[in-house]
């Protein structure tokens, strides 16, 4: 009970975070921290915490393969949105997730599942150069941040509590789902316009790389440290390397 109570009150604080920097410094730094693994990051400790290390690790090889297909779904509706309105778009963008998480799940390799997600990341970084540095915040309508807590809330007790049964394959497939980012990207579309959604999907991607580190070093270290190293080691290393690649992204576009 105790530790469901921390799922239930961490949480909503990230979303509300998310949700200020948004609505404080505009679309793209809002997607930025939507990217950093504020939902699969917690998910995989709880794992640990509940089903153990061994367990959490194995789900760190299925988050590898949802990092890649929550790419796909992106550079889907990225792709989409160029002609389509905002719902075709976000159909196509589950599409293409879908699609490639059943083609990625039969991959065993973690370095080829990281290398094809950084490949991933670096497409959708250059169809995305272009996009405005987001200094505007986007509208959000009032029920928008209880609905998101709401949805990353309800996502975080499922896969944890589910986990026996999802197994470490499909719990890990589903940590990485960006149930904070997706809302802010469709939001920001409907509110602002395709070029504002455009520079939060950029934001958004900036993240992944960090989320790949993160879950390499759960995979790497589940096997031979405790909890507490494994975790504070992957936090760490996951946000440098997403501090590192944005410091280096918009620099060179300055």
Known sequence: MGLLAVKLAVTPLLMALVTLVNRRFGSAAGGIVAGLPLTSGPISIYLALEQGLPFAGE?????????GA?????????????????LPSCLTGLFGFVVWA???????????LVLLDLALTGLLLALTRGAPAGTRPA???????????????????????GAPLLGP???????????????????????????????????TVSGAVGLCAFNLAV????????IAVTFAVALAVSLVVSLVLVGVIYRRRA
């Open 169 to 203: 394959a499909l719990s890990g497939l589903l940590a990485p789902v960006p149930v904070i980012a997706w809302p802010l990207i469709v939001f920001v579309h409907a509110q602002s316009g395709r070029p504002e959604a455009v520079a939060t999907i950029r934001g």
């Open 139 to 161: 509208r959000l309508p009032a029920w928008d941040l209880p609905a998101r807590i709401a949805v990353s809330t309800g996502l975080v007790v499922l896969v944890t509590l």
């Open 70 to 86: 929550v790419l796909a779904s992106y550079l889907a509706y990225l792709l989409a949105s160029r002609r389509l309105s905002v």
């Open 59 to 67: 789900a760190a090889h299925g988050s590898l393969v949802g990092v």
């Open 219 to 226: 995979i790497r270290l589940a096997p031979t440290e405790g």
């Open 102 to 112: 059943v083609a990625a799940g039969r991959i065993d390799s973690d370095t080829a």
